[in-house]
């Protein structure tokens, strides 16, 4: 016999997931994620996990599949590559709180982020020396344009691209995911399967372009994007569909997006899909890094640097200026070798700074994030007493090394040399750096004697001997 009443907690259940449909709900039930019906079958047959049963829904067993909590990285980095979509429901309460509700209240649970190809900002889920670019294209009119954010860097980009440049701009950026507009779903779905970036249609007022123009303004706290550059209608739609689907995704807490960069089509070489694929600049036939320019050039101490590099094989540059820049830079390199060696030992411990800020600002920051913004800002300091008396383009990027004296010193003088992996793992507060904090910890670690001295002055004053300091469930600490 079974019983078909819907539980309050599958009610749950079902309300939030009929508010993400397209996406597998990862539903929190203390340490673990749980999947139910359709999304347990997907899941379960995706991850080589164990399909249990858990209750009844209109007469039939409730499918049921879970992962831990701790471990759930790894699985969702396994969805993730196979083209799912992840809604993840986090509990927003104490279930001591939801019991004052009554003995049947379910805990409060919503969905805190959803989890696409192009969303991703946790390390075990990217490639280090890889760009993650989330990617919209839009159509105004007679003006196509191509807008490109990777929120795990904060880099966000436009460039004017009529229909027949969208491929080989594809193939330039490699795009793990790109937004259109539901409309031209049918028309490009071929093309950007070409890319390998996964297509997700929006609708069609993610694209508006005064709408958008709002949005981008709002973003970044000013009334005109003047002066960021002149951008057509087409550009601020496709930005502003970014900066919708990031809303919609991250549940309203937008990652850092530095200043949208207006590319021009005429500053770079122009390379087409086919061309660029025999070529192999960043990629080799076999699909793989090794075997192509890239792997063999690349001998980068950082990840910042890697993707850098790969940005400017993958685009090389048509202004002479920047080609001579660039190569003055190289010719004093290769000639001070002693400076080189300096540089490059330097570069090493330098962690990746960008990808620690992203995490820190949507609040998915860890402790060590924190310590790879003081690490990365102490060495800058290092790097830029090297690079003096040197060509203009390193000159200049020594200049953006210094002036952070004053986040640095308060980062060492807040953390601790080797803090832990996670926040509720403690500990990463330094001592001496906030008195209460301190207080807290001595009463932690020192509770008997401190008591045992409050014993002790309480008989002094009062000169009772007898005087007691005892403590029980029901009064706490009592005299």
Not at 221 to 250: H, P, W
Not at 307 to 329: F, G, K, T, W
């Amino acid at each position: 016999m079974t019983d078909d009443t819907v539980t309050p907690m599958m009610a749950q259940y079902l309300d939030i997931k009929a508010k993400n449909p397209g996406a597998l709900l990862f539903y929190r039930m203390g340490d673990f994620y749980e999947m139910f019906f359709n999304d347990a079958i997907a899941a379960a047959e995706a991850l080589d996990i164990a399909l249990t049963k858990r209750g009844f829904h209109l007469g039939e067993p409730i499918p049921m599949c879970g992962v831990p909590v701790h471990t759930s990285e790894s699985y969702l980095l396994q969805l993730i590559r196979k083209g799912f979509r992840v809604a993840i429901a986090e509990q927003l309460e104490d279930p001591a709180e939801a019991k004052k509700r009554g003995y049947k209240s379910v805990v409060k649970r919503d969905v805190v982020r959803l989890v696409t190809p192009g969303t991703l900002t946790e390390d075990a889920l990217l490639e280090a020396r890889r760009h993650n670019f989330l990617a919209a294209y839009s159509e105004v009119r007679d003006e196509g344009a191509l807008a490109w954010a990777d929120i795990s860097t904060g880099e966000f980009r436009v460039i004017s691209c009529p229909p027949i440049r969208l491929g080989p701009e594809l193939a330039r950026l490699s795009p793990r995911e790109l937004l259109i507009s539901e409309a031209k779903e049918t028309d490009l779905t071929t093309l950007v399967s070409e890319s390998g970036a996964s297509l997700t249609p929006i609708s069609q007022g993610s694209f508006e372009s005064t709408f958008a123009e709002k949005r981008l303004c709002t973003l970044f706290k000013v009334t005109s994007l003047d002066a960021f550059g002149l951008f057509n209608r087409a550009e601020l739609s496709a930005m502003g569909a970014i900066v919708d689907y990031l809303e919609l995704t991250q549940r309203g807490k937008l990652p850092f997006l530095r200043a949208p960069l207006k590319e021009s089509s005429g500053s770079t070489m122009q390379i087409d899909a086919a061309t660029r694929r025999n070529l192999e600049l960043t990629t080799a036939l076999s699909g793989g890094r090794e075997g192509s320019l890239l792997a063999a050039i690349d001998r980068t101490v950082t990840a910042s640097g890697a993707r850098l590099l790969e940005r400017r094989i993958s685009a090389p540059s048509r202004d002479l200026s920047v080609i001579q820049a660039r190569l003055d830079a190289l010719r004093h390199q290769i000639n001070k070798p002693r400076l080189r060696s300096e540089l490059r030992d330097a570069l090493r411990s330098v962690p990746d700074m960008d990808r620690a800020l992203s995490r820190l600002a949507l609040d998915r920051g860890s402790p060590r994030d924190l310590t790879a913004i003081r690490t990365g800002l102490t060495q800058s300091g290092i790097i830029a007493a090297r690079l003096t008396e040197t060509p203009a383009l390193l000159a200049e990027a020594a200049a953006s090394l210094t002036g952070h004296d004053q986040l640095a010193n308060l980062l060492n003088r807040a953390l601790v040399t080797e803090p832990p992996l996670l926040v509720r793992d403690g500990g990463f507060i330094a001592s001496g750096y906030d008195p209460e904090l301190d207080e807290a910890r001595r009463l932690r670690d020192e509770g008997r004697s401190v008591i045992a001295a409050m014993q002790a002055k309480f008989i002094s004053e009062t000169g009772i001997p007898s005087l007691k300091i005892k403590h029980n469930n029901v009064l706490g600490y009592f005299i």
